[in-house]
């Protein structure tokens, strides 16, 4: 799915602009226009959506999550 979100650190610091549309926190204005100009192209959504689904799984596959959080909690018990 096509991701809108606002420009916020946490959000910015893990989105791709191919990904993900990012707009200035609340500006409602900005979001409408960003949902809006999305609904209307859908060959633009199809592509932020595979970008997206990479993006995911890619970086957030559940065994690779589990192996860094395995890593961290190995760490604070040495």
């Known amino acids: 799915t096509p991701v809108v979100a606002s420009d916020i650190p946490g ?4 989105a791709t602009p191919d990904a993900v549309s990012l707009v200035p926190p609340g500006d409602g204005s900005a979001l409408a226009d960003a ?3 999305l609904l209307g192209d859908e060959p633009r ?34």
């Open 11 to 14: 959000y910015a610091d893990v």
């Open 35 to 37: 949902v809006c100009g």
């Open 45 to 78: 959504r199809v592509v932020m959506a595979g970008a997206a689904r990479q993006l995911a799984e890619s970086r957030y596959a559940w065994p690779d999550i589990a192996g860094r959080l395995e890593a961290i909690y190995e760490r604070a018990l040495a």
